[in-house]
């Protein structure tokens, strides 16, 4: 596979749930993001990360929770979520993580909270 | 923090028409970047502006950056069905906020055959 894979496509869970969004890029890319799309609103930067490491959370609830294993794969631990956090969350990466480095999106994950 | 506006919203037009978006910063910026999302999709990157007055066409389409690097335009000829989505751009203003991409809301267009 090339490109930037995520997994699940669609996820539907309860506020009491655990749940998990995976992500894989296979670009070489050194840093990897999530951002929140909703309806009516501009992409929301969430987490990026550099070499594994996290360089910015963007003031995010402590119920979304990142996890950067290596610089292949990014996760997104999802507990105790509200409604409000329905939304599709985007994975991206790109070589670095200069402003001048170009976004490669992955399809998202639609989710939706009960 | 920085900010970035793009007008307009929804943008509706039969096909062959021509279609434009704008994009405003508060803040100079050092680079721009335009990205589409078609309906159900992703977003998609399309161009980067870097220099003042910059202008760079692919195909029909044509993107500006302002003389002063604070605002930016998309413009495309003679719409087509397949044009259809959501145009973005984001802004990067470098300094303190170097590495961040800030997105504007985008424009939905729509075209009619």
């Known amino acids: 596979e090339t490109g930037v894979t995520q997994t699940p496509r669609h996820l539907v869970m309860g506020m009491t749930n655990k749940k998990s969004l995976k992500c894989e890029q296979h670009l070489g890319h050194n840093a990897m993001y999530w951002y929140k799309q909703s309806a009516k609103k501009p992409l929301e930067l969430m987490f990026v990360?550099?070499?594994?490491?996290?360089?910015e959370n963007n003031s995010v609830p402590s119920r979304f929770s990142p996890e950067c294993p290596n610089s292949s794969h990014l996760f997104l631990h999802l507990h105790t979520l509200q409604p409000e956090d329905s939304a599709l969350y985007l994975c991206?990466?790109?070589?670095?993580?200069?402003?001048?480095?170009?976004?490669?999106f992955g399809a998202g994950s639609r989710l939706t909270v009960l | 923090g920085q900010q970035v506006m793009q007008i307009p919203q929804y943008q509706h037009v039969q096909e062959g028409e021509d279609f434009t978006t704008y994009c405003n910063s508060s803040?100079?910026?050092?680079?721009i970047q335009w990205y589409k999302q078609r309906p159900g999709g992703h977003p998609v990157f399309l161009i980067q502006?870097?220099?003042?007055?910059e202008v760079k066409k692919q195909k029909r389409l044509t993107f500006q950056f302002g003389e002063a690097k604070k605002n930016s335009s998309l413009h495309i000829t003679a719409t087509q069905t397949t044009d259809v989505g959501t145009y973005f751009c984001a802004g990067n203003a470098g300094g303190t906020s170097y590495g961040k991409l800030t997105f504007g809301q985008g424009t939905i267009l729509t075209v009619h055959p």
């Open positions: 502006l870097v220099k003042s007055g």
């Open positions: 803040t100079t910026l050092s680079n």
């Open positions: 991206a990466s790109s070589p670095g993580t200069s402003g001048a480095n170009v976004l490669t």
């Open positions: 990360y550099n070499f594994k490491e996290q360089t």
